[in-house]
C-alpha cells in the first residue's frame, strides 16, 4: 500500500465532514472537533477532550480537510513517476551501457539520461 493509498484508507474510516479547531480563551487549549455522526445533532464532538497546542490542533485539522487534494497531488507524481524510469541502453559511440529515461526519449534515438529532469525535481529516485 501506497502513502497515497493508506492516506485514503485512513480518512475514509474516519469520521466525514469538515473538522474544526475551538480555541478555549480562558485557557488557551485547542481542540480539534468532528462533525457529528448523529446528523440530528448541530454540535461537534470533541477528538482530543483534554487539549492539543493550537498549532498541533490547526494541522490536524488541515490535514484532514485537505486529504483529497493532498492524496490527489500523490497519486499524479505517482503516474509521472511510472513514465520516467530508467531504461537499459547502449550508447552506440562509445559501446557503453547507460540508463535512459523512458518518459524523455525520442523516436530519433536523443534519450535523456536517467535521472532525468523531471525525476530530480521530483526529488530524485524512490
Known sequence: MNLAEALTALREAATPGVWDVETLPETGESRVYVPPVDL???????????????????????????????????QAVEKVRRIHRPLDAVEIRSNTRQQVCTGCGTDAGNWERWPCPTIRALGGVS
Do not use: C, K, S
Open 40 to 74: 440530528l445533532r448541530d454540535d461537534y464532538m470533541p477528538v482530543a477532550p483534554g487539549g492539543v497546542t493550537q498549532a498541533d490542533a490547526e494541522l490536524i485539522v488541515a490535514l484532514v480537510n485537505n486529504l483529497p487534494e493532498i492524496v490527489a497531488a500523490l
